[in-house]
């Protein structure tokens, strides 16, 4: 990052907000006829993040947490009448609740200073009817 003061808290050779690490996964199975799930994540490694002053007192470079955020999605699916099919799902997302635990609050906070997963543990349902 360039800066015009030699002593700026924010220099740093490395590129801030690209972590260290990075991978997703997904894993899709059907081990029944009308039954299927799948499971998918994304892990995101350490990396530096500016902090600008105002809820913290001077601005600094921060070393963030690593985060794994890890979802399942059940799907059953019923064979009604004349081809028509209802499908049931539901899952979870987020499943450890993974999340940054440092956030900013309040008038001062900078709100440029956030990373990690953007959304907490969230359950959800859903019907699909298809032909």
Request: overall charge neutral; aromatic content about 16%; charged content about 25%.
């Amino acid at each position: 990052m360039w800066t015009e003061a030699e002593d700026d808290p924010l220099t740093t050779k490395r590129m801030t907000r690209t972590p260290d690490y990075y991978g997703y996964f997904t894993f899709t199975s059907a081990p029944a006829r009308n039954f299927d799930f799948s499971l998918s994540g994304i892990y995101t490694g350490r990396m530096i993040v500016p902090h600008y002053a105002g809820y913290v007192e001077n601005t600094r470079m921060e070393k963030t947490p690593e985060f794994m955020e890890v979802n399942v999605k059940l799907n059953y699916t019923f064979v009604l009448r004349d081809q028509i099919r209802l499908q049931l799902n539901g899952g979870i997302q987020n499943i450890f609740n993974s999340f940054q635990k440092d956030l900013d609050k309040g008038a001062d906070r900078d709100s440029d200073y956030f990373y990690g997963p953007t959304q907490p543990r969230t359950y959800f349902v859903g019907i699909r009817i298809s032909n």
